[in-house]
C-alpha cells in the first residue's frame, strides 16, 4: 500500500476532501483535491467555469488536471464526477487504491445545501442527488477497490476507519488467509505453469485484486493473458486467473474472503450463478445469463456482457431472419442481440423441449437443428461448442450441415477456440460472409472490463493481441 496512490470517488457532499486531508496527515502522504487545484490552476472558481463554458469546459479541464497527476504515493480527493469520463479512470487507476464513499442522501443534502456548487440538472436539490447518484453508482462501483459509508461519521473518525480498512491488521491477516487458501486450490487446477508465481505473489497483499474466469471446463479461455496485459500496461494492481469448478455455490463465498473483484462467467454456471447474485442487470435479467459478476461492499452484481459482444459486431449487417443454433446461455444473448439489430430470431437446437423453453420465454420460433433447410436466414448465429477445440469428439463437426449453407447467408460462430471452426471453413467455402468467434470474444471482453474496472479499452488492442 505505502508505494501507491489512495484515490477517493464519490459524489459531492460525501466528505472526500476532508476525509482526505485526515488520511493524508495520517500516512505523511500529500493530498491533492482536485476541485481545488482546477481553481488554482485555472485563476477562477469552478461556478465561474460553469458560468463561461458549462459543464462540458469543466469536465475538460478536469480530465488535463487529472491525466498531469503524477503517480508518487498521495491522497487524492476527486470530485464527484471525475468517473464519468473513462480516461479519468484509466489515470486514477493506475498505481492506486481506489475507495468509493458513501453517504446517505439526506446527509449529502445537508452538507451541500446553500454551496455555491451550480447545479448539473436544474431540478431541486434532493431529486438532483437521487437522480445523479442513480446515473453514477454503476460508474463509482466499476472504478472502486472497495466501499466506504461516511454517513454520521467525523472526517477523523472516516480517516482512521479507512486506514484500519487498507493497512496491515487482524482483518487483513484473515484475508491474507483466506487468500493463500485459494491461491493454494488455484494451483492444483491445471492453469499454466507459468502463471503460478504471479498468483502467488498476489498472498500477501490483498490490495491487489483477483479477478478470473469461473467455470468447468475453462482452461481453453485466452481471457486471462489478456487482462493480465492490461493491467500491467495500465498499471492497474491486480491479476487474472482461471477459476476452473464445478460449485459456483461453493466458490463465490470463498472468492470474497479472498478479495476477488470480479468474475467472468462460462459454461455451465452462467444461469446457476444468478439465484446467489444481489442485484442483476435489466438486460442480463431479459437474457436469463449472467457472464460478468462484480464483487463488492459485500454485495454480488450481476451484468452481461455477451450480447454486446454479439450485437458489436453485427453493425452495418442488415437482413430479417437469424437463425440461432444452440439454446444455452450464450444463446439466449445471441437471440437478444440479433433481436436488438432487427432481426427476427429462431433458435434451432438438438433437444427441442430446451429449444421450446427458450423460445417461450422471448416469444420467438423454436425447431430442431435437422429443420435448418425450412429457413433461408439472412444470419446463422452458432452457440453451440460444436466445434470447440477443446471438445474433441466434436472438434472436426459442424452443428449443420455445410451443404445446407448459401452465399447469401453471414454466418457468425461464437467458438473462438479455434479462431477458424470448421463451420467457418465450410462457411467460407460456399461462399458467406463470416464473423469468427474472436470478434465476440474481444467485444464481450472490453465490455466486461469496462464493467469491472471503469476503464474503456479499444478493440483494435485486443485484436492485435489475439490475431
Same mark, same amino acid.
Request: glycine share 8%.
Given at each position: ?59 475538460? /479541464? ?13 491522497? @487524492? ?51 438532483? /442527488? ?31 476507519? @479507512? ?49 478470473? /474466469? ?52 462460462? @459454461? ?48 452495418? @449487417? ?150
Amino acid at each position: 500500500m505505502e508505494d501507491r496512490r489512495i484515490v477517493l470517488i464519490g459524489y459531492r457532499g460525501t466528505g472526500k476532501s476532508s476525509i482526505g486531508k485526515n488520511i493524508a496527515a495520517t500516512l505523511g502522504f500529500g493530498h491533492l483535491d482536485l476541485d481545488a487545484l482546477i481553481e488554482e490552476t485555472e485563476g477562477r472558481t469552478i461556478p465561474e467555469i460553469f458560468a463561461e463554458g458549462g459543464e462540458d469546459l469543466f469536465r475538460s /479541464i478536469e480530465s488535463r488536471i487529472i491525466a498531469k497527476l503524477s503517480d508518487k504515493p498521495a491522497v @487524492i480527493s476527486t470530485g464527484g464526477g471525475a468517473i464519468l469520463r473513462s480516461e479519468n479512470i484509466k489515470c486514477l487507476r493506475r498505481k492506486s487504491q481506489i475507495i468509493l464513499l458513501t453517504s446517505s442522501e439526506e446527509m449529502i443534502a445537508k452538507r451541500i445545501g446553500g454551496t455555491a456548487r451550480p447545479s448539473l440538472t436544474g431540478l431541486p436539490l434532493e431529486e438532483e /442527488i437521487h437522480t445523479t447518484l442513480a446515473e453514477r453508482m454503476p460508474l463509482y462501483r466499476a472504478a472502486a477497490d472497495l466501499v466506504y459509508d461516511s454517513t454520521g461519521k467525523t472526517p477523523r473518525q472516516a480517516a482512521s476507519e @479507512i486506514l484500519q480498512i487498507i493497512r496491515p491488521g487482524k482483518h487483513l491477516s484473515d484475508e491474507i488467509n483466506a487468500r493463500q487458501k485459494l491461491v493454494n486450490w488455484v494451483l492444483t487446477t491445471p492453469i499454466p505453469v507459468a502463471a503460478h508465481k504471479p498468483l502467488q505473489a498476489t498472498i500477501p497483499d490483498p490490495s491487489i485484486r483477483l479477478y478470473g /474466469i469461473l467455470g468447468n471446463p475453462c482452461m481453453h479461455s485466452l481471457s486471462p493473458p489478456i487482462w493480465n496485459r492490461l493491467f500491467q500496461e495500465l498499471e492497474i494492481p491486480a491479476r487474472y486467473t482461471w477459476f476452473e469448478c464445478p460449485d459456483p455455490a461453493k466458490f463465490i463465498p470463498a472468492a470474497e474472503k479472498a478479495g476477488v473483484r470480479g468474475l467472468s462467467v462460462t @459454461i455451465p454456471h452462467k444461469e446457476r450463478v444468478i439465484p446467489l447474485l444481489d442485484e442483476i442487470r435489466k438486460d442480463a435479467t431479459v437474457i436469463g445469463a449472467v457472464n460478468t459478476i462484480l464483487l463488492l461492499d459485500g454485495k454480488r452484481y450481476g451484468f452481461n456482457t455477451d450480447w454486446k459482444g454479439i450485437y458489436r459486431p453485427l453493425e452495418g @449487417i442488415s437482413g430479417e431472419v437469424a437463425v440461432i443454433l444452440g439454446a444455452g446461455g450464450a444463446a439466449a444473448s445471441a437471440v437478444y442481440a440479433s433481436s436488438m439489430r432487427g432481426f427476427t430470431p429462431i433458435i434451432l437446437n438438438r433437444t427441442v423441449e430446451r429449444a421450446r423453453e427458450m423460445g417461450k420465454h422471448f416469444g420467438v420460433e423454436t425447431g430442431a437443428l435437422s429443420d435448418f433447410t425450412r429457413y433461408h436466414p439472412d444470419l446463422v448465429i452458432n452457440t453451440t461448442s460444436v466445434g470447440m477445440k477443446s471438445h474433441t469428439a466434436a472438434a472436426n463437426q459442424t452443428p449443420i450441415p455445410v451443404s445446407s449453407l448459401t452465399p447469401d447467408m453471414h454466418v457468425f460462430d461464437l467458438v473462438y477456440t479455434p479462431a477458424e471452426t470448421p463451420l467457418l471453413r465450410g462457411a467460407l467455402e460456399k461462399g458467406c460472409s463470416i464473423i469468427p468467434g474472436t470478434e465476440m470474444f474481444i467485444h464481450q471482453l472490453i465490455e466486461q472490463f469496462k464493467v469491472l474496472t471503469g476503464v474503456d479499452v479499444p478493440a483494435d488492442t485486443v485484436r492485435r493481441w489475439i490475431l
